[in-house]
């Protein structure tokens, strides 16, 4: 350990390991699997440039940003140690400076992306170089339980076994799942030496806020820290833009980023940030990760993050170097159905959009905490502490109340209706709402039915809300998000456990949703996003984008509607000929679990059209007159397509019959088919 120290000042010029680097280095010199859970800005990469530059041979290092290897290569240059990265940014010179110091055996460390995994080229090259240790940064896009899957990733664990040396794998979030994912795909299920350098980010200030004018509250936001560096995390591109319009406006310097922007003004972007001070920037959460920016200031989310980890990640982003910084999440319910709908509409399978609700339910509950925010965020990861007092909660402890008899209505209400339904139908129902779909169920009598009419609509939305963040309830993905109970619910329900809510976040909306936003009614959303799935995973398919498969008017006809047959789904704006046939069943099965019946190409021609109708009489009569009118004659019958063709055509008179038919079948069928192509 004496000789690492000495190269940890004389290379690095730090007198001493931060706590917990000291025990990761040393078991990675040992060759040793490892696996490291540290916070961000704890120092990961020390942990795997130390021991390369005290080993013989080349440490690679798989990294998922380019601009995150160029700031760690450039880092190891100005501390005089020859490092390297291959990378689609690289110049051509770049490149023979790279492989040069790979053939005269002088490189040290080499970051390469996972994608270049795919080239058969890339294990060559690395088991040629002398390669003695896999370091991997950001682990968790190996998990699909994480919040930045990367597939190739998934290329690692073969990697590995394939170099036949050690891997040591870093990352700052990473719940129980995502551990055991990352052990499974990057160690084959045997468990690597794992570290937990504990989640916590003292010197960070935590705050929560639901959205009331929430320009205005961002804004006086930025106002108190102006000419500080900080992010603002947006959930669409367009708000990045119109958001950094408005601190422009107040004399903020400002620029907007998203993947949208051409690579150039990303670039640009990027350089200035981590080079300028007071800048702020506006930007989805592509924005950061790659930054390597010791004095951001403050982090701001305008919109509610994915999941806790996600929180973290973003957080984590502002101060690195140890002193105070500040923090602001805002959240509102248009969020909430937002980030379900993202979770409903994907193309996970249903047991990881479960989990998915259940991510977003922490974090929901740590929006809607009662106590501490910083015990229940580290509590998430399985830490333990006292109250902080660095958040908003520990500033100004908020009011609370026994919410136990209104949750126990809300359970019972669920129960009654067999976990079938939302929050909407279930608040009409527990404020005595005779809405048609009340009625129409006969739920206007149950004995729950009116038994919540001291609360307001939007304080039962309340409710429901902070019953998700203490995932009492999770919208069940089977039922197109209908509630379905936890076990943490039963005792309540049985009045064997009471439960505390906070008033100061059970406020009536004085402002209703706009029309405008609102597609569908709040009931029919989940269908709606089932249909959105469905779609999306056909247009992957394709490689289209989604509205070719159908805009989002047609899918919301198609919740309006609700179409039983291909013939109903026909005649939905949106359909025609080519896209029934395609897609028609599929999108019946999500409607109804049922694809309805199989129709004749033929007579899926004249699905929704007055011919189809004709079709299936003219399709009867044949059965009927198969023998003759008698019975006894010789059997004949006529094709589905000259079916088709006389429900198109509609001749009138035997010889127009015989044209089509012939003159036998015309003889047999000719009256009665006459009759029906009439209208008799």
């Known amino acids: 350990m004496k000789s690492r120290i000495d190269t940890l000042r004389s290379v690095f010029g730090f007198d001493d390991f931060r706590p917990g680097q000291g025990e990761i280095v040393e ?67 770049e490149i023979e400076q790279v492989f040069q110091a790979l053939d005269d055996g002088s490189l040290k460390l080499l970051y390469i992306a996972p994608e270049r995994l795919a080239n058969p080229g890339t294990l060559r090259m690395l088991k040629k170089v002398n390669t003695r240790l896999i370091a991997v940064d950001e682990a968790h896009c190996v998990s699909q339980w994480g919040h930045d899957f990367r597939p190739d990733y998934l290329r690692i664990g073969a990697l590995r076994n394939e170099l036949g040396v050690p891997l040591a794998a870093f990352t700052a979030t990473a719940d129980q799942e995502t551990r055991d994912e990352i052990v499974n795909r990057l160690f084959d299920g045997v468990a690597p030496e794992i570290f937990l350098g504990g989640f916590d980010r003292p010197n960070l200030h935590l705050a929560f806020q639901a959205k ?7 804004l006086a936001f930025a106002v108190a820290r102006r000419g500080q560096s900080g992010i603002v995390y947006c959930g669409t591109r367009a708000k990045t833009e119109t958001l950094a319009l408005a601190l422009r406006a107040e004399g903020h310097e400002t620029l907007h980023y998203h993947a949208g922007l051409e690579a150039e003004e990303r670039r640009i972007a990027e350089t200035r940030f981590s080079r300028e001070d007071g ?4 930007a989805t959460v592509a924005f950061g990760m790659g930054v390597d920016k010791p004095d951001i200031r403050w982090v701001a989310h305008a919109d509610l993050p994915k999941s806790i980890e996600s929180y973290y990640q973003e957080i984590g982003r502002a101060g690195r170097d140890g002193a105070p910084a500040d923090t602001l999440t805002l959240y509102g319910a248009d969020d909430i159905r937002l980030r379900r709908a993202q979770i409903d509409e994907g ?54 109340f026994d919410g136990t008899e209104a949750v126990r209505k809300a359970l019972s209400a669920i129960l009654r209706t067999e976990e079938s339904f939302g929050a909407g139908h279930l608040i009409d129902i527990l404020r005595g709402s005779e809405t048609d779909k009340v009625r129409q169920r006969g739920h206007q009598n149950l004995p729950t039915f009116g038994v919540g009419t001291d609360l307001s ?209 015309a003889e047999r069928f000719g009256a009665r088919f006459l009759e029906i192509l009439n209208g008799e």
């Not at 440490?59 to 990265?85: C, K, N, W, Y």
């Not at 800048?279 to 506006?282: Q, S």
């Not at 989990?355 to 009662?370: C, I, K």
Request: hydrophobic share 40%; proline share 6%.
């Open 212 to 218: 009331d004018k929430p320009r205005e509250q961002l």
């Open 347 to 400: 193309l996970a399978p249903p047991e990881r959009k479960e989990m998915d609700h259940g991510r977003l339910n922490a974090l929901l509950g740590l929006a809607e905490a009662r106590h501490c925010r910083r015990q229940v965020l580290l509590g998430y990861f399985g830490d333990v502490m006292q109250a902080c007092g660095n958040c908003d909660l520990c500033d100004n402890p908020p009011k609370l």
């Open 279 to 282: 800048l702020i920037v506006v």
């Open 457 to 665: 609509k939007g304080e039962w939305q309340a409710v429901f809300r902070q019953m998700m963040g203490h995932d009492l309830i999770r919208p069940d993905v089977a039922r197109h998000g209908a509630f379905r109970m936890t076990k943490a619910a039963r005792p309540i329900l049985r009045g064997e456990a009471s439960i505390e809510l906070r008033r100061d976040t059970i406020v009536a909306r004085t402002n209703p949703r706009p029309e405008a936003r609102a597609q569908v009614a709040e009931e029919d959303e989940p269908l709606l996003a089932a249909l959105k799935s469905k779609r999306r995973e056909l247009a992957e398919a394709m490689r289209a984008p989604s509205y070719v498969v159908f805009p989002d008017r047609t899918l919301v006809e198609m919740v309006a509607a609700m179409p039983a047959t291909l013939d109903e789904f026909a005649r939905l704006p949106g359909v025609g000929a080519k896209k029934l046939e395609k897609f028609g069943k599929t999108f019946l099965a999500v409607i109804n679990g049922s694809s309805g019946t199989d129709l004749h190409p033929a007579r899926l021609k004249l699905a929704g059209r007055e011919g189809g109708g004709l079709f299936d009489r003219l399709m009867a009569a044949q059965v009927d007159l198969a023998r003759g009118d008698d019975g006894a004659g010789k059997p004949m019958s006529c094709s589905a397509a000259m079916l088709a063709k006389l429900a198109a055509q509609r001749p009138g008179d035997q010889d127009g019959l015989s044209r089509i038919l012939g003159e036998g079948k």
């Open 27 to 93: 078991a990675v010199s040992a060759g040793r699997n490892v696996l490291a859970i540290m916070p961000t800005g704890g120092g990961k990469s020390l942990c795997f440039q130390l021991p390369a530059i005290t080993q013989d041979g080349v440490t690679v290092v798989i990294s998922p940003l380019i601009a995150l290897m160029r700031d760690q290569v450039r880092f190891l240059h100005e501390v005089g140690i020859e490092a390297g990265a291959l990378t689609s940014g690289n110049t051509e010179e």
